[in-house]
């Protein structure tokens, strides 16, 4: 991940008067304990399966990534100049963490790992991706997930 002080002095600026937004500390969900969810990916780092297409800027679409797709198979198409691939060409677990997800059930800490998980191209304005999210959200209901670990990028 790039430094602040690494940006150009536009970026810096623009980043740091970002607005946050401020979370209550108790969850807005209801459901089971953490211990008997399904747990999927939702990454915005603009992975695909080699062969497959590769996102391009401002993509509102998704990707499908089955969660026992070898970590050769899945290439990261995101670029940016203000970010560093370095992490994930070390381990995909960096922004795509089924083993550690893995790791989690075997431990029972979580349910269980879905089968199936989900890539979207950061950078890309929300209100271009509703319709994307909204049939991503209907997936992962009818594939019964219950929880869902999202990797901004």
Not at 62 to 82: C, E, F, K, T, W
Not at 86 to 110: C, Y
């Amino acid at each position: 991940m790039v430094r602040m002080t690494d940006l150009p002095p536009a970026t810096q600026t623009g980043m740091a008067n970002l607005e946050c937004p401020s979370f209550e500390t108790k969850p807005f969900v209801s459901g089971p304990p953490l211990a008997k969810r399904r747990i999927a990916v939702v990454t915005s780092a603009g992975l695909v399966r080699r062969g497959e297409r590769p996102f391009v800027s401002g993509e509102a679409d998704y990707r499908v990534l089955p969660g026992d797709l070898p970590a050769d198979q899945i290439l990261m198409s995101h670029a940016s100049v203000n970010f560093d691939r370095t992490g994930f060409l070390r381990d995909p677990n960096v922004v795509f963490p089924r083993d550690r997800l893995k790791e989690l059930q075997d431990a029972g800490t979580i349910g269980s790992v879905a089968a199936t998980h989900y890539s979207f191209m950061g950078a890309t304005d929300p209100r271009m991706m509703e319709a994307n999210v909204r049939a991503v959200a209907g997936r992962l209901k009818a594939e019964q997930v219950d929880g869902v670990l999202l990797t901004p990028v």
